[in-house]
């Protein structure tokens, strides 16, 4: 009887364990020593109780008795001792109940049925014992296993509640990808109540293009989040998804809701590539699209074209009418681009009053010349704005792709075609060519150049000489800069005083020029040639807080008087710096120096600067002589030019004097010196005294000298120096050979 119990104690207490797979492995190690212990009496006992009944015969031993209450013991105090039956899962304490309770009354029957006389007294009180035991044991079981269920209920319940509240998606999945629970969650993202995803597989949920990237995300390990598109009630889905294995093979997944994100990544990456005053693409969009265009070049597509395009006196309209007048300019000038390469090409404003054409498919340059044609017509139109009509035009350089070239080659092609484009006058077309390319290098080769000629060698100075036109005397020299090119080539002053101001050695190449020209001039000085030499100034020097101090250092170190230098400085310059350059130049005119106004007349609205800053000469630009004599209005123009520099009280000097007639023109006006190649081209230093010791020039010479050239006259007899002398000055009046020549 007490084999039947104790086996069915361990077929109960296994069953019971073995409801959960995860405790099966577990089973062996937590059963109690006590429970191996009394299996071990019961088969002492039985031992005992077999051996002697099957040789001799004889009853039960006392010892046997003792063995098999020990066992009981044993078996009843096992539970108590270990979490066995406490463990045991409520399915299983039914089973074990029943099973002990029919041991029990089959072990009860066994003895009643065996009559009074077999009935041992201490085997009877030892099985009532147990079976109390076992009954209590059991009970307490029961109560145990209720409070757990009751706690685990209550734990699921608080663990839903904050699965449900969240806003997050939590997916269950199977070993098989079968959807075994889903939050509250899913209904707002998705659409669908969560009971009906019970049992849909995961990948049903994914939209058709992203099922590949869910697959990966249960497969690889999770070691970030994945964007996957779920197909929801309205559309698709952006989501952030990360998956975690549990231990039963499925998945547990944290489906987070991004699409808000991402629409915002893309406005933001769409407001990035799109200029914000016209709409249209900026220049990170054509750098995008045309590495798009080429890629599909490369793959023998058709060539692509662009077009670079920067207005023409859009500065203007922003400098008169405003910058809020300027924008709305700039949209219509995007409207009518649009309008003008409606599928031809696409466009886009690179920054400012630039724009560019991207043509994607082009076939040849003449194609790209007619679009460019049509673009420049569309801006020529006046522009109605503020109540105002603008004129404006366009200036396009054209560029086609080269196989094999970067992207970045085809945007610098059609920039240089276009700076080519502006300097012919508005409204231009100039298509690429390798001629631009090779220039613009050799511009940046020379300014190099230039930057370290000024930094260690002198510059190379030319003089052209200043007549005095009453008696054709040479009364002084203008300072010509030049410098030689290391191929051998000799820059003019113009082209060596922009590349020293574009790269910002203007002060240095001008303080040498200065210290150069007058060391060359009180050489002269020496040699008895008393004239005055004349030396430009820059904006960048003229604003030089020690301009004054580097004059007297020149005119210490050369030994020169300062009423031999001249300083000529352009009419803008005054009207631009006044305020500076009043305080400037009378440092400068304190020091003996002349001051002469370069240009005079371009300078708009420097009368007025004229009269409050104190200079001793003014010199007519080349543009006011070129066609005066041959035409009323330029005549007219030059003579009050003239007049009014006399009304100052200033000497005049006429520049751009090309023939014997200019200067008789510029005589007959009254003008006091004259400047130009009609008297003689730039000499060098050394050919200076040489020039000087010819003699005057004859102005009154009936024929002139072939190349045009004033001639020159037997030098007279002199008691002083050109510069000294002072003869009246003819001022101007009316002229019987000027009134002829115009009819």
Known sequence: MWDLVALGLIVAIFTGRLQSRAAAAQAALNLPLLVPAAVLAAVVGDLFFAVPDLISGAGVPPGVQVLWLISSLLFAAAPWRGPVVRSVQPAGVSVLSLFTVLCCAAGALALVLAGPGRVDGFVLGGAGVVLILVTGLLASAAAENSRLTRRLADSERHFRSLVDTTSDVMIELDPLGRIGYASAAVGRLLGVAPDGLLGCEWQALVVEEDRHEAMRLLTE????????????????VWTETIANQIDAGGHVLAVRDVEDRVQLVRQLRQQSLTDHLTGLPNRFALEAQLGKSLAAHQMDGPAVGLLYCDLDGFKDVNDICGHAVGDAVLREVAGRLLDAAQG??????????EFAVLVPQVDSLFALRVLAADLVEAVRQPFDADGETHHLALSVGVAMHEAGSPAADLVRKADLAMIHA?????????????????????????????????????PELRFQPQVRLC???????????????PGGALLDTESVIELAESTGAIVDLGARVLLTATRHAARWRADGHDIRTAVNLSVRQ?????????????????????????????????????????????????????????????????????????????????????????????????????RLGHDLGLPVVGEGVETVQQARVLRRMGCDTGQGYGFAGSLAPEDVPGF???????????????????PRAVPPARTQSPAQESPPRERARPDDEITNMLG
């Open 542 to 642: 003229l604003t030089e807080p020690g301009m004054v101090e580097i004059v007297e250092r020149a005119l210490a170190e050369a030994g020169l008087p300062a009423s031999a230098l001249v300083l000529e400085l352009t009419e803008s310059m005054l009207v631009a710096h006044s305020t500076g350059a009043q305080q400037t130049l009378e440092r400068l005119r304190a020091t003996g120096v002349r001051l002469s106004v370069d240009d005079f007349g371009t300078g708009y609205s420097g009368l007025d600067h004229l009269r409050r800053l104190t200079v001793d000469e003014v010199k007519i630009d080349r543009s006011f002589l070129s066609e005066a004599g041959t035409r009323a209005r330029p005549t007219a123009l030059l003579r009050a030019i003239i």
């Open 221 to 236: 390990r999770a070691d970030r989040p994945r964007l996957i598109r779920l197909r929801g009630a309205r559309g698709p």
């Open 692 to 710: 000087l010791a010819l003699g005057p020039f004859d102005l009154d010479a009936a024929e002139a000298a072939p190349d045009d050239r004033v």
């Open 471 to 485: 008696d054709g005397v040479v009364v002084g020299v203008e300072a010509l800069v030049a410098w030689r090119e």
């Open 344 to 353: 031809r090409g696409q466009v886009m404003r690179f920054g400012g009053d």
């Open 422 to 458: 502006k300097t012919g006058g508005w409204g231009g077309v100039v298509v690429y060519s390798p001629r631009m390319h090779e220039e613009a290098v050799e511009r940046v080769r020379t300014r190099a150049h230039l930057r370290s000629a000024v930094a260690t060698a002198r």
